[in-house]
């Protein structure tokens, strides 16, 4: 039989992409989700894609009496957990409301979890937590200095689900940390569309790009990198996605504890994300360099490598195939799912 996967926030950006290869590696996603940042219309689009109706819970992952009875009802063999706020500007602003979701609701699904045996857990983290590293690529025994109530929200769960595993050996658990997650599913039929203005550089650009916005403001053109402007580890979400798949089967193999970045161990600087979406569209893309964003740390990329020997998982769709895929997704869903 088929094993069921609890995917909490499964409506979202990466959950909805890691339930199609979920699918398609012959699992069953289950998506419990709030819709706090997500449109229900998603599921129709999964059904799209997947061929299949996927089960939705709407929920809260803090709600205990609902997880207890999703627990009671489902045998799963795993949680994925990605619900989650992530708009590390909000967490200063609102830092409980951060502390709450991200480490609250964590520490009531890996309690409902315990109580229902249910042991393999995968949870998203960030590259976050590293802050401003000392040097790139970044390993994952780096200094964990995040700078944000977000980014220390979600060491906060990592150290949790450590001294988790520490307490009870018998859990399989994966803490992720993804770099910078971009791009679309190919059909076009899922991808990410933020509510309001995009804070990302991604889904700005590809606002832009279809006329939504006059240009893009570059946040600073004097950094110390090869063009002066920022630069980050740029991965495709169905890569990501398929990271999801490898970490639940070497849970199944192992009963371990992972710490893992996932990305794809290359930099690409904002005028490089500028090009390659020029290229995906055939249109060029109006913008300006601005000052610095504050708080931005000038340029980091992940070392991919333990991911790699891990997990045999590695990135392989290039920032060409990533603006190609949100530009078709943008393009065909100029309001998202609306
Ligand atoms: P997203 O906002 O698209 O998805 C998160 C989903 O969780 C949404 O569908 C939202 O409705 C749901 N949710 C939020 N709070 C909830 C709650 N209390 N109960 C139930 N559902 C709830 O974000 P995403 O980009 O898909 O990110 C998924 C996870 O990955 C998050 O935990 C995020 O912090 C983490 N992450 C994201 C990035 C990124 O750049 N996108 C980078 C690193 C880590
Ligand atoms: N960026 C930019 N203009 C924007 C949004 C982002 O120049 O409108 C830059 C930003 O300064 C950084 C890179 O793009 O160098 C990635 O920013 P994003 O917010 O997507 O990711 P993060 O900074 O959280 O890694």
Redesign the pocket.
Known sequence: MSQRILVTGGAGFIGSHTCVALAAAGYVPVILDNLCNSDVRVLERLHQITGSTLQFIQGDVRDAALLARVFAETPFAAAIHFAGLKA?GDSVSDPLAYYDTNVGGSLMLASAMRDAGVNTLIFSSSATVYGEPEHSPIPEDAALRPASPYGRSKLMVEQALVDLYRSQPGWRIALLRYF?PVGAHESGLIGEHPHGKP????P?VCQVAVGQRDK?????GDYPTPDG??V?DYVHVMDLAEGHVAALKHAEIQSSLVTLNLGTGQGAS?LEVVRAFERASGRPLPFEIGPR?PG?VPAYWGDPSLAQATLGWRARRSLDQMCADSWRWQQRNPEGYR
């Open positions: 590390v910078n804070n990302n550089l991604m700005f893009l403001q570059i946040h600073g402007t920022g980050r904002v964003r931005d």
